[in-house]
């Protein structure tokens, strides 16, 4: 019995572009390289991707538990990666 993969509906569906030296562009933020944990760099990742998320969003989407979220993300915080606004969670600006 073969699986087949199907993508969540939920993520936004891009095409990636070649950028200026000919190499693909999806439009993602690189990880930072101060980021070593496997669960910071998803979560990390999906911010990136999604513009942002609440603890619900992402738990629903990455299946991690909320318990394990919240020091991930204050973990971002304390980076200066991530900005809290109330609920929310965004990329800080570059």
Do not use: C, F, N
């Amino acid at each position: 019995m073969v699986t087949m993969y199907t993508e969540d509906p939920r993520l936004p569906s891009s095409t990636p572009s070649l950028d200026a030296d000919g190499q693909l562009d999806w439009l993602v933020e690189p990880v930072p390289d101060t980021l070593t944990s496997s669960q910071t760099k998803l979560v990390y990742l999906y911010l990136s991707i999604r513009r942002g998320g609440t603890v619900e969003e992402l738990r629903d989407a990455l299946g991690m538990k909320a318990i394990t979220l919240y020091p991930v993300l204050d973990h971002l915080v304390g980076l200066g990666l991530v900005d809290r606004d109330d609920d929310r969670y965004v990329l800080q600006a570059a």
